[in-house]
């Protein structure tokens, strides 16, 4: 058993995994301080996870049980942070200019490849997390860094308050609509992370209540390709 102590979204979690490879994939956030909470994966927990990739359609048949048991430690981390107000949420998170912004949406609907153009435009632009941040939703929205992060590895150790979330779609065109609160609500429910718990996924739907009101959030179609793709952004965002 391997065991390691990481600070994540504001909070200290122990972990005790059977492989290296989850303390040298965390190994940024790992500290000493006294843990919250525990987690303990089991053998179990690697072969679920197994069974719920592949029913979900995808291919995990080169992956090592040391590789699925990251993905089973975020589940799992995932599932404790819940109750404690802090959502996993699946999008792209920047800051820029003062303000954060979330960049959500599918699977290569170019996230990463819009945020990347942000950071090379502006040397003040710092990623906070590029596939996976966390997001506490009670008091003031703060998005988190984690080291879940996607194949590119785009992540800092870092924290930012939330003003808005921004939910990309591919298109022709270069265009952001506002969003109401309970349309908001229901694109945020697509890209939560939702525990099995009924009480921890109803906690979870109580903060996604609570940061469609205390958040601003726009539909993003988008097409990465065309020069106007930042302009359009920056003009509804920053007001230049």
């Not at 843990?35 to 080169?62: C, H, K, N, Q, Y």
């Not at 003003?163 to 022709?172: A, C, E, P, Q, V």
Request: contains cysteine; proline residues 3%; aromatic residues 10%.
């Amino acid at each position: 058993m391997y065991s390691f102590r990481m600070r994540v979204a504001g909070h200290v979690a122990e972990i005790n995994a059977n492989y290296p490879g989850v303390y040298y994939y965390c190994s940024d956030f790992v500290t000493e301080a006294t843990p919250d909470f525990r987690i303990t994966v089991g053998l179990a927990d690697i072969e679920r996870e197994r069974l719920l990739s592949e029913a979900s359609g995808l291919d995990v048949s080169a992956y090592g049980d040391s590789l699925l048991e990251i993905t089973v430690v975020h589940r799992l981390l995932s599932n404790q942070l819940a109750i404690r107000n802090v959502l996993a949420f699946h999008g792209a998170a920047i800051a820029l200019h003062g303000k954060a912004f979330v960049f959500s949406g599918p699977s290569g609907v170019g996230k990463t490849t819009h945020i990347l153009k942000w950071l090379i435009k502006h040397k003040d632009a710092k990623i906070i997390n590029g596939d996976k941040p966390f997001i506490t939703a009670s008091g003031k929205p703060i998005v988190w860094g984690s080291p879940w992060s996607g194949k590119e590895r785009l992540y800092s150790v870092s924290s930012h308050r939330l003003d808005g979330i921004l939910f990309l779609n591919r298109s022709k065109e270069n265009k952001l609509q506002r969003l109401k609160p309970d349309s908001a609500f229901i694109e945020m429910y697509k890209s939560v992370y939702l525990p099995d718990d009924v009480d921890a996924r109803s906690i979870v739907v109580r903060d996604l209540k609570l940061l469609a009101v205390n958040l601003s959030f726009w539909r993003f179609a988008i097409d990465n390709h065309r020069d106007d793709c930042l302009r359009v952004a920056e003009d509804t965002l920053f007001g230049q």
